[in-house]
């Protein structure tokens, strides 16, 4: 799978919310939510859903208009298009997590850290299936409960690991380099480890939240990650999040495609 193209602006549709302020409270904001085009797409898959970083609450219309994480109210808002038959229909659409799912209950506290499985649920309950990662402020509830959740129909959580979906070959590794006394963090030589595992699968798709940066260019990301990615596969696509790029689209020399969805879907459907 190779992406041809991705539009950055103006998006056709943009859902509004609010998030954490640089100096305390919240402030609004818009998720754009951009169209995107691939060569093909194996099986019965008419498309592939991929965001990252929705730290942010909205209103929920299916609970009275409470507020709720905004990534359960994109999953619903995007039902309603699909109903409206400006999309697919989404037991036809894959859903790709690349992390931080998570905000402050009031959307006003940067860097808030907790339990995301809601919106893992809110798109495995109406899409295909779930496949992703978590991001270093990603919590899925006890261990017992992570390990419980992460084994239900549906939902494909990726740590060093890799999952065969609709014939596609999709690997992942979760949260960020950083100390591993804090949450979603793991030390370089333990990441380095799940990222060789998840690589040694030969993955089509790789879905990390810490991805890449591209050099000779205003996309930032860690440089040790993409050395490593650019031995894989020339035809590797990436999906990542964390540091935002304004051009969500980049090649690394090697051929790799890297997807940033950090605070942004993007809809992938076959040209």
């Given at each position: 799978?190779?992406?041809?193209?991705?539009?950055?602006?103006?998006?056709?549709?943009?859902?509004?919310?609010?998030?954490?302020?640089?100096?305390?409270?919240?402030?609004?904001?818009?998720?754009?939510?951009?169209?995107?085009?691939?060569?093909?797409?194996p099986?019965?898959?008419?498309?592939?859903?991929?965001?990252?970083?929705?730290?942010?609450?909205?209103?929920?219309?299916?609970?009275?208009?409470?507020?709720?994480?905004?990534?359960?109210?994109?999953?619903?808002?995007?039902?309603?298009?699909?109903e409206?038959?400006?999309?697919?229909?989404?037991?036809?659409?894959?859903?790709?997590l690349?992390?931080?799912?998570?905000?402050?209950?009031?959307?006003?506290?940067?860097?808030?850290t907790?339990?995301?499985?809601?919106?893992?649920?809110?798109?495995?309950?109406?899409?295909?299936?779930?496949?992703?990662?978590?991001?270093?402020?990603?919590?899925?509830?006890?261990?017992?409960?992570?390990?419980?959740?992460?084994?239900?129909?549906?939902?494909?959580f990726?740590?060093?690991?890799?999952?065969?979906?609709d014939?596609?070959r999709?690997?992942?590794?979760?949260?960020?380099?950083?100390?591993?006394?804090?949450?979603?963090?793991?030390?370089?030589?333990?990441?380095?480890d799940?990222?060789?595992?998840?690589?040694?699968?030969?993955?089509?798709?790789?879905?990390?939240?810490?991805?890449?940066?591209?050099?000779?260019?205003?996309?930032?990301?860690?440089?040790?990650?993409?050395?490593?990615?650019?031995?894989?596969?020339r035809?590797?696509?990436?999906?990542?999040?964390?540091?935002?790029?304004?051009?969500?689209?980049?090649?690394?020399?090697?051929?790799?495609?890297?997807?940033?969805?950090?605070?942004?879907?993007?809809?992938?459907?076959?040209?």
């Amino acid at each position: 799978m190779r992406i041809l193209s991705v539009e950055n602006s103006p998006p056709r549709w943009a859902l509004s919310y609010v998030n954490a302020g640089p100096r305390g409270g919240s402030m609004p904001a818009q998720l754009p939510i951009l169209r995107g085009t691939v060569d093909a797409l194996p099986g019965e898959l008419m498309g592939l859903l991929v965001t990252s970083d929705l730290q942010g609450v909205a209103p929920l219309p299916s609970e009275g208009g409470a507020l709720a994480l905004l990534g359960q109210v994109l999953a619903e808002h995007l039902a309603t298009l699909a109903e409206a038959g400006e999309l697919p229909p989404l037991r036809q659409i894959g859903v790709l997590l690349a992390g931080d799912m998570y905000s402050s209950p009031g959307g006003d506290q940067r860097g808030a850290t907790g339990d995301v499985r809601r919106v893992w649920q809110a798109f495995t309950e109406r899409f295909r299936w779930v496949a992703g990662v978590g991001g270093n402020h990603d919590l899925f509830g006890t261990q017992r409960e992570r390990e419980r959740f992460t084994t239900l129909p549906g939902v494909h959580f990726l740590d060093g690991t890799a999952a065969e979906l609709d014939g596609l070959r999709i690997g992942g590794v979760s949260g960020i380099i950083g100390n591993p006394k804090k949450p979603g963090r793991r030390d370089e030589e333990t990441f380095f480890d799940m990222l060789d595992r998840a690589l040694f699968s030969r993955p089509e798709l790789l879905v990390l939240h810490e991805g890449p940066d591209v050099p000779r260019t205003r996309r930032p990301g860690t440089p040790s990650i993409r050395e490593l990615i650019e031995v894989a596969r020339r035809d590797l696509v990436v999906i990542c999040g964390h540091a935002h790029w304004h051009e969500p689209l980049a090649q690394l020399d090697s051929g790799c495609q890297v997807l940033n969805v950090d605070a942004r879907a993007v809809l992938l459907r076959p040209k």
